[in-house]
């Protein structure tokens, strides 16, 4: 991970946890598997997004795509894994999974539903910045990154954590009129989504993102957006202005961004 260190600059002093947010989400974690519960939409979500991170293991690594355990030898990292929602389905698919979350009443919750489920998911109680056991052939971050402080550190520790050869995959809202529309005026205004789970002047443009991941020594190679209507859930779309998910390699290579 030599090549992705000489980007971290100052951040390592930098502690990306928001003690706020810490208070908000612990008041939900027992709710958090429950879902008509205040976690709801995560999971409706969470088909969408784990469709993706198929999609570009399969690509990134030419695996077959009826494989079971296509993460089966490779360590996986999840920040902000909250209680394992996206933990366990990736455990499932067979990778070395390490979960991390900044709200210990998550990882509570986390490791009991996992040891029910017979699952073996190292769940940890603290931050990104926190880890030394990198590297890990693929991390994932998920509707977090507009919860932290300083995005730029936050990625740039996502970036050290991701071994040569491996792929970071993200996903957050856009800062748009319309994810403002979507996400707090109807998602929080009807409870759809818990009230203040969401500050619109936090959201971060897929151009944000993209500049984040680059100077952390990564390179973008694709993205893909996330629509939702209230009658269908949630879908892949072209259309990123309400919610994207990126991809990223370390170097800074330059192939296009499909």
């Given at each position: ?102 709200t210990p009443e998550n ?78 005026t109807i998602g929080e ?70």
């Amino acid at each position: 991970m030599a090549s992705n260190a000489g980007h971290l600059g100052n951040t390592d002093q930098v502690n990306s946890i928001r003690p706020s947010e810490v208070a908000h989400f612990g008041a939900l974690a027992e709710d958090w598997w429950n879902p008509r519960g205040s976690s709801a939409m995560l999971h409706r979500l969470n088909p969408v997004r784990l469709a993706y991170i198929r999609e570009r293991i399969n690509d990134h690594w030419s695996l077959a795509h009826d494989m079971l355990r296509p993460l089966a030898g490779k360590r996986v990292l999840d920040v902000g894994c909250g209680a394992g929602l996206l933990c366990e389905p990736l455990a499932r698919l067979g990778g070395t999974v390490t979960g991390v979350d900044a709200t210990p009443e998550n990882v509570a919750v986390a490791k009991a539903h996992a040891a029910k489920s017979g699952l073996a998911i190292d769940y940890r109680a603290g931050s990104v910045e926190g880890l030394q056991d990198a590297p890990f052939d693929l991390v994932t971050c998920m509707e977090v990154i507009e919860h932290v402080e300083a995005p730029a550190s936050f990625v740039a520790h996502l970036a050290r954590m991701v071994a040569p050869g491996g792929l970071l995959i993200l996903s957050t809202p856009n800062r748009t009129a319309r994810s403002r529309l979507a996400m707090i005026t109807i998602g929080e205004g009807l409870k759809l989504v818990p009230r203040g789970t969401h500050d619109w002047s936090r959201f971060l443009t897929p151009e944000e993102m993209g500049t984040h991941l680059t100077a952390a020594g990564l390179s973008p190679t694709d993205r893909a957006g996330i629509a939702f209507r209230p009658d269908r859930g949630f879908s892949r779309s072209d259309d990123l202005s309400i919610n994207y998910l990126m991809t990223a390699v370390p170097g800074n290579i330059t192939p296009p961004i499909r």
